[in-house]
């Protein structure tokens, strides 16, 4: 896929990278025993070696490391069994040591790739150059006093991993499938809950523009974005800032800047710092972190089916589309709800109810999966009636919204409302012949060959029996008896 801006002097190309820090999920954090808990008071999980006490030392968390591991085998990539902790030097208030744990040169995850799945069922590989682990720093405060800022470190030394990408992304569009790719994976492996509102997932953008086909252009990197929606603009409204740039004359500098949604731009914070700048050297407190093969063996052995391959399996063995299957594999829950609801069924059938019926039922009311009144249990019996014949597709719509609305089960909602198709030979030829004998000139019009008018007389014998006549019947006897 290509996305082209259309400068004055001609088209150009966005090359972006991303930079993803994922909060790890683990009970203590990557250096201490202190509480990764959310929401709890200001400063009541800190341990001495988050405040930075001098002489406290470090003590690497393993649950941690095997959350790392477990991540990087899910993006398909290189675990490295020899790793270094390196100190990134530089000074901010809530970062009490001065320097912030990380790895430089020597990550424990090298190169993998993420397969995007964009909205037209195509896919594209994109290269992960690496993924490292990282404390977290501290949280400034500025709304507390009128005079001073306060400083929160319950989140000092929570471990993140920060997942580099290449420079392989080229359009917004792609950016968001990326992010919400990654996501996903990060969700079925149980190492990042993947809540962007929340912080616990956080976005930095490279974004640079070059003629197709030259090299790549000066980057500015878009710090902190929240949202995958806000990604995807700060990329597009980033790339025609420097498109115009560019075509004024000027140069694009090497830069750190922040997006402001409200008014649509992006601003300068800094100019971009470089590597040496901060100082890194291994950490003298931290023994380079080693494993063997075995420890990765063990934790892949763990591994959930990934969303590729469970999206592979859902065209395979349910015949769905790439679209469709990647729709439900988007999320664990929605995969997790359609295979109980395709379970001994057609796959098929149940994809379009879970996706067209439910999903657009869901969407309107604004509720997850998880909170759905219609349980897959019930939906599945749905798919049952219609399958069994015992309602239409017409008529299991009408229940399927009382299911929306009351949660209840449709085999009671159909006996109580009495929707049971009406299958009966009998029955159906009398509401028949009703409708022929109200309308002889009509069937005249038939016999005459106008084909068309049958369809009216179905619709007509439907009407009067309330929807629940067998269409199929209907259609049938009603031929016989026209034209038979
Ligand atoms: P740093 O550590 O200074 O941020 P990295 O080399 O780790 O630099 O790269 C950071 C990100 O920038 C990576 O995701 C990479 O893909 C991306 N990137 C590198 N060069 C470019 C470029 N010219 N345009 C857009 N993104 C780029
Ligand atoms: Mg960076």
């Known amino acids: 896929m290509t996305y082209i801006i259309e400068g004055a002097t001609g088209p150009w190309e966005i090359v972006v990278g991303l930079e993803v820090h994922c909060q ?45 591991v477990k991540t990087g085998l899910g993006l398909k990539a290189k675990i490295n069994l020899e790793s270094v902790f390196s100190r990134k030097n530089y000074f901010y208030a809530d970062l009490p040591q001065g320097y912030q744990i990380s790895q430089f040169d020597k990550p424990i995850v090298g190169e993998g790739t993420i397969i995007l799945d964009m909205p037209d069922g195509s896919t594209k590989a994109v290269g992960i150059e690496r993924l490292h682990l990282e404390q977290d720093a501290g949280k400034s405060m500025h709304d507390q006093d009128p005079k001073y800022s306060h400083i929160d470190l319950n989140r000092s030394g929570v471990a993140l991993m920060e997942i580099v990408s290449k420079p392989d992304i080229r359009t917004p569009e792609e950016a968001g499938a990326y992010l919400t790719k990654l996501r996903a994976i990060v969700r079925y492996l149980g190492t990042c809950d993947g809540n962007m509102n929340e912080g616990s997932m956080r976005c930095d953008a490279n974004v640079s523009v070059r003629r197709p086909g030259a090299e790549f252009g000066t980057r500015c990197e878009i710090k902190n974005v929240n949202s995958i929606r806000f990604v995807m603009q700060a990329i597009e409204i980033e790339a025609k800032r420097q498109v115009e740039l560019i075509e004024g004359g000027g140069e694009v500098v090497q830069q750190t800047r922040l997006y402001d949604p409200r008014a649509g731009e992006t601003r300068a914070m800094r100019s971009k710092e470089m590597a040496h700048d901060y100082r890194y050297f291994p950490d003298p407190d931290l023994l380079p972190l080693v494993f063997d093969q075995a420890f990765v063996s063990e934790i892949e052995k763990t591994l959930p089916e990934l969303p590729d391959e469970k999206k592979a399996r859902f065209m395979r063995e349910n015949g769905l589309s790439a679209y469709d299957a990647g729709v439900l594999v988007a999320d664990q829950e929605k995969s997790e709800y359609y295979e109980v609801v395709a379970k001994g069924r057609d796959g098929k059938l149940a994809a379009n109810w879970v996706i067209t019926n439910l999903f657009g039922a869901l969407n309107k009311a604004g509720v997850d999966v998880a909170e759905s009144p219609v349980s897959a249990e019930n939906l599945g019996k749905l798919l049952d009636l219609i399958l069994n014949d015992t309602i239409s597709g017409r008529i299991a719509k009408d229940v399927f919204e009382i299911m929306i609305e009351t949660g209840d089960d449709p085999d009671k909602i159909v006996a109580e409302k009495g929707l049971t198709q009406i299958t009966d030979t009998g029955a159906i030829e009398t509401a028949i012949d009703e409708v022929i004998a109200a309308n002889p000139d009509k069937v005249q019009e038939i016999r005459d060959g106008k084909d068309r008018m049958l369809g009216w007389f179905v619709g007509q014998v439907m009407k009067s029996t309330g929807g629940k006549a067998n269409p199929g019947m209907v259609n049938q006897m009603l031929r016989d008896k026209i034209l038979g």
């Open 24 to 68: 790890v999920i683990s009970k203590s954090k990557l250096f201490s025993g202190a509480s990764t808990t959310f929401g709890n008071d200001a400063n009541s999980n800190v341990s001495l070696v988050d405040a930075a006490m001098p002489g406290m030392l470090p003590v690497i968390n393993a649950e941690c490391v095997r959350q790392a």
